[in-house]
T-cell receptor, first 109, second 115 residues
Framework: LAKTTQPISMDSYEGQEVNITCSHN???????ITWYQQFPSQGPRFIIQ???TKVTNEVASLFIPADRKSSTLSLPRVSLSDTAVYYC??????????FGKGTMLLVSP | NAGVTQTPKFQVLKTGQSMTLQCAQD?????MSWYRQDPGMGLRLIHY???????DQGEVPNGYNVSRSTTEDFPLRLLSAAPSQTSVYFC??????????????FGSGTRLTVV
């Protein structure tokens, strides 16, 4: 399983764009990149998933360079409610998920 | 559509007691799994199942048993509770239908305390 590295914590202010970068140097050809969000006392929630280039949904964008050794989750105009832990995971079709410690994002007024 | 339902939400056990954490999903997902999360840590995989009748061990399986007799249900059994099993337990499910979306749906968790 590809190991991921992401910052332990990030701080931002309301209305700013937040970019969280994840490193996954050993990503395999069949691996996808998935990001989850977790609020305290809740289970993780799927945010976005991609294989290469750029993926955008109503919540976030995911940028993946051509070599796929890293990815960046972009949250536009964050609000206080975006304060959470964000996990970057790399996995293939039938592989299990391996969670790291994630990135604790704190959004202040 | 309830998604993934876990019961109970909270439980206190005495050391040596046994109990079953229930997990049910109504999305006809093939894949189900159990994770535990300790303070300040990411989730660690306990057991998982790729379909009814098939289970396998994850990263931290000791002290836990699972079975998958139906697609919908995936109970986690603690055989003899120990204080080290104090944790928050999450059940998750996913569909492997060949689409790109491998997103997992997680339950709301069971907070277990062993005294």
């Amino acid at each position: 399983l590809a190991k991921t590295t992401q910052p332990i914590s990030m701080d931002s202010y309301e209305g700013q764009e937040v970019n969280i970068t994840c490193s996954h140097n050993n990503i395999a050809t069949n691996d996808y990149i998935t990001w989850y969000q977790q609020f305290p006392s809740q289970g993780p929630r799927f945010i976005i998933q991609g294989y290469k280039t750029k993926v955008t949904n109503e919540v976030a964008s995911l940028f993946i360079p051509a070599d796929r050794k890293s990815s960046t989750l972009s949250l536009p105009r964050v609000s206080l409610s975006d304060t959470a832990v964000y996990y970057c995971l790399v996995s293939s079709y039938y592989s299990t998920l391996t969670f790291g410690k994630g990135t604790m994002l704190l959004v202040s007024p | 559509n309830a998604g993934v339902t876990q019961t109970p939400k909270f439980q206190v056990l005495k050391t040596g007691q046994s109990m079953t954490l229930q997990c049910a999903q109504d999305m006809n997902h093939e894949y189900m799994s159990w994770y535990r999360q300790d303070p300040g840590m990411g989730l660690r995989l306990i057991h998982y199942s790729v379909g009814a009748g098939i289970t396998d061990q994850g990263e931290v399986p000791n002290g836990y048993n699972v079975s998958r007799s139906t697609t919908e249900d995936f109970p986690l059994r603690l055989l003899s509770a120990a204080p080290s099993q104090t944790s928050v337990y999450f059940c998750a499910s996913s569909s492997h239908t060949g689409t790109e979306n491998y997103g997992y749906t997680f339950g709301s968790g069971t907070r277990l305390t062993v005294v």
